[in-house]
């Protein structure tokens, strides 16, 4: 604390040596009570409450609310795409930001938003503030908002202790904070292992959209649910407004959904590449796309689960180890498979989970969005977290509609019954060689899987069904003479070639399912991997046509406004998933998995990146994947080939905020420059030169006298100080030091002598 | 019979010397040439002035020494009063690439327009077709008023109105917009500190 107060002490000893007095307050009140050590205050001026609204005639109706949080300087929200993109739920397309001005107080609304980034089924949405409140734009350097930063959740862990932010109502309620805890990691395709965090506490939904703290106040996650349209049974919403100006409001009136609870977290790693995008300006147009046959807000049929069945385990495919019945006392880790149809971004599914009756709130699933595509399999999971005994029962909805349902029991030895586990799949070929990477295999005659069986007896019923696009293909039942344990090739051929795309394998003891995975064949037998993908390259051209005939290069000179990635693919079937990624200095900042929708072969697929303003220099590069394997890639440099650094990119150091007081009236003093100045320079070099360049941040005293530094600063570095007043003897100190146990924020009273 | 002796007692009369009369005029003399002094020197530090040159843009002038300069904004450069209570009075110079058929008016438009959208309650109160730079470059020159708010939405600053004066002019393919801001309440008393400014400008 003595050391702490050191910065202060040189602080006042400067100032008085010219003539003012400065002081810093010797208990400053923080507005909310500090949690875990963690700069609450920083963040809940960091929180936003955002209102979605609809301009009907002259009225401004609101349609739908959320939580976010700024996470950068110059006006980027993060917060849920259920909320903000204009949808069936949410039909408005204004987007209004209330900031904390008090922590005591309601929202504010200051500014209007745009949405820059979005990915539904993530239900993430990066908004830009871009205009004030009164639709006057704004400057995007203009901004200097308090921020957060997105912490790398990997280093999160169970039971560790975070701090949900956001709005718990729509009425008078003032930001709030709750402590919660890490309880489960949940499992998904779309995400891999940590899809979601799981937290101990539920929040009021409307708190959807905000963020998850860790100790160093750091975003790890988003809290995530998405409530189902008002006029679903079950739903829950709240009528504001007049909508339909009869002088009542009533049913008639538009309801707002508002969702129950939440205790799912969206890591916030999954908003790092939104975040890069936005701030790098980059537009990214998949010029080759074909509209899908299926829009996705015209299903014409209702989503269905079925097929679903446990696993212990989840291989980096995302493919089942072996099916299970039943699990062992002490067992960690679960999986939940279904087959799902007929899905949309805009589904809301929830799994619900009763442990011998009573609701499990560990295992259950808020309504999210769907993340996945229309139609394929799914699972959810988890591992690590201990199971306790009982009966498991799993219940899936889609739009609050029961569709299926699951049970497993906990407890009892480990099965010794006989079993199939961990099949993988490779091509043969002339020369009977195995090749492809597990799960997707090139085009050739033969198929073969490998699995692994135990406790199997001669003589034991089991066969093997292969399946094409969902439709069985072959089936063979016969009866085991392997022995009892070790490792089999089965195979599937066709003279003709294995057509490409979506194939799966059912393994069955006695009719009843014990292993089962899906494989792709795509592309031609070459090397180890297969080729789908040729001839991926950037190119530069004044057009898409130019584009697709241009050479491929590999450097681009420094504010290039287009970039262009072509590549042509082959023995690719339609409907198959594939995924486009796009990496900026090895960061990803654009990925998306979709459907195939092109003939199975062809040539000149045209991605264009671009920015009005210049491609910021960098590395660029983009990878094409089916599953989690990477089948092409092509790099390019722009200019010096690295991103420039972001010197206002750092939210974490030291807030400094304070007020100037006159020293004869005790009043405070508006309209006063308090100059930062770098730590590279002293104040006799600011005096000399006058020059921005030389100030670190700059801040200007309100009505009150009270200013607030819009930049963190740093520990240990010595800056200086000017504050400079018409009529009053000026201050300026010169090494001001602030150690990395001084009491944050930095609070200061400034009393200026009239001179 | 005695005659009184009268005696007078009167104020002694000054009879200052030559040297004492001197004296005085010295120290009138130099209590004027001090005070004159004092003046040059005050103005001589409240009108001192800083060179700014920028070869680029072919810009040079010069600015008020107590002011800030900065040029990371999308101007050529900025000067500002940072000592000024409130809105601190600034100098903006700015260039802008124009065609042949480009007028100051058109420059004036689109000035308008811009701030239009950016400005709180922008409105131009006069302008001027026949102005001229102090050497003789003709230009347009727009006053205009509108209310200034701060950016920092946490703070309780109140608005201020603003009142600006721009001078455009037009020379070999560049159009130079001179800018001065003040707050309204102080335009007037400020202004001379423009006018210093255009003494002093070369592009």
Partial sequence: ?755 | MTTPTLVEIGRQEEQGTLRQRWSHYFVLLYGLLCLIIAINLRDSTINATTNYSDVTSGIRAAYPMTWVIDSDGPYVFRVRDMARIGFKTSIVVDTQPVSLSTTTRNLVDALSLDRGNTLTGYRILEIDDAYTLPDDTPATAVTYTYVNVEVSPILQTLPSIVEGFDVIAIRQGQAVILSFLADASVFEEQRPVMDRFLESLEF
Wanted: hydrophobic share 40%.
């Fill in chain 1, 1 to 755: 604390m003595i050391r702490g107060a050191r910065a202060v002490i040189v602080l006042v000893l400067c100032a008085a040596l010219v003539g003012g007095v400065w002081a810093q307050d010797e208990q400053p009140t923080p507005a909310t009570p500090v949690t875990s050590g963690i700069d609450l205050e920083r963040i809940e001026q960091a929180t936003v409450f955002i209102l979605q609204a609809q301009n009907v005639g002259d009225n401004l109706n609101i349609t739908c609310f959320s939580s976010g949080t700024i996470v950068s300087r110059d006006g980027l929200i993060l917060t849920n795409a259920h909320s903000t993109v204009t949808g069936p739920n949410c039909p408005g397309e204004t987007l209004i930001v209330a900031l904390t001005v008090s922590p005591d107080a309601p929202p504010v609304p200051r500014y209007r938003a745009e949405i820059v980034q979005s990915n539904t089924g993530l239900d993430l949405a990066l908004l830009r503030i871009n205009r004030e409140y009164d639709g006057r734009l704004i400057a995007r350097d203009t901004l200097a908002l308090p921020f957060v930063e997105v912490a790398n959740p990997s280093t999160v862990n169970l039971d560790e202790t975070v701090t949900i932010v956001g709005y718990p109502g729509v009425g008078n309620d003032p930001v709030a904070a709750e402590t919660s805890t890490v309880v489960a990691f949940v499992a998904e395709p779309s995400a891999g292992a940590r899809s979601w965090f799981k937290a101990s506490r539920n929040v009021p939904a409307t708190m959807s959209g905000g963020g998850a703290y860790n100790r160093s106040s750091q975003l790890i996650g988003i809290p995530t649910t998405a409530p189902i349209a008002s006029s679903l049974p079950g739903a829950t919403c709240v009528t504001l407004q007049d909508t339909n100006r009869d002088d009542l409001i009533n049913s008639s009136d538009l309801c707002i959904p508002t969702g129950g609870t939440i205790n799912m977290l969206r890591p916030s790693n999954y908003a790092r590449p939104l975040i890069r995008a936005a701030q790098l300006g980059l537009q990214l147009e998949n010029l080759s796309e074909r509209p899908a046959a299926l829009a996705d807000t015209d299903t014409p049929d209702a989503p269905a689960f079925r097929r679903l069945f446990f696993a212990p385990s989840v291989n980096d495919d995302g493919m089942p180890s072996s099916v299970i019945r039943s699990l062992p006392a002490g067992s960690t880790s679960l999986y939940l498979f279904f087959d799902y149809e007929n899905m949309t971004p805009n589904t809301v599914y929830e799994l619900r989970v009763t442990t011998d009756g009573v609701p499990n709130q560990i295992f259950s699933l808020s309504p999210v969005r769907w993340s996945g595509g229309q139609r394929g399999m799914w699972y959810i999971g988890s591992s690590g977290q201990p199971l306790a005994n009982g009966v498991y029962e799993f219940t899936l909805l889609a739009d609050n509609i029961p569709l299926e349902t699951a049970r497993l029991s906990v407890g009892g030895a480990p099965p010794e019954g006989p079993q199939f586990t961990d099949v993988i799949f490779g091509l043969v070929d002339a020369r009977g060689n195995i090749s492809g990477n597990g799960y997707v295999l090139p085009t050739g005659n033969i198929a073969n899987a490998t699995f692994i069986y135990r406790n199997l007896a001669n003589e034991t019923p089991w066969a093997q069904i292969w399946y094409y696009r969902g439709r069985e293909i072959a089936r063979t039942e016969t009866v085991w003479d392997d022995g009892a344990s070790g490792a089999k090739n089965i195979s599937i051929q066709d003279a003709n070639g294995l057509l490409p795309g979506d194939y799966r394998l059912e393994l069955y003891i006695e009719g009843r399912l014990s292993a089962t995975a899906d494989f792709t064949i795509a592309g031609a037998f070459q090397g180890v991997l297969p080729q789908a993908f040729l001839d991926a390259h950037f190119s530069s051209a004044d057009s898409v046509q130019e584009a697709a005939a241009a050479p491929g290069v590999n450097s681009l000179s420094a504010g290039t406004e287009t970039l262009y990635g072509v590549f042509d693919w082959q023995s690719f079937a339609p409907g198959m998933l594939w995924t486009l990624r796009w990496l900026v200095d090895g960061s990803v900042f654009y990925e998306q998995t979709q459907p195939w929708l092109l003939d199975q072969d062809g040539q000149n697929y045209v991605v264009r990146l671009s920015n009005p303003e210049g491609i910021p220099d960098g590395t660029y590069s983009f990878e094409l994947l089916v599953g989690p394997v990477r089948l092409a890639q092509a790099q390019a440099r722009v200019g010096i080939g690295q991103l420039p650094i972001d010197p206002f990119a750092q939210a974490e150091g030291i807030q400094m905020r304070g007020q100037i007081l006159d020293a004869a009236t005790n009043e405070g003093i508006a309209g006063v420059s308090f100059i930062l100045i770098s730590d590279l320079y002293s104040v006799a070099d600011f005096l000399e030169t006058r020059s921005m360049d030389q100030v670190f941040a700059l801040a200007v005293t309100d009505r009150e006298g009270r200013f607030q530094i819009d930049r963190s600063l740093a520990y240990d570095a010595p800056y200086s100080v000017v504050v400079i007043a018409e009529g009053y003897l000026p201050i300026q100190a010169d090494g001001i030091l602030i150690e990395r146990d001084t009491p944050l924020p930095i609070d200061m009273t400034i009393y200026l002598s009239r001179g």
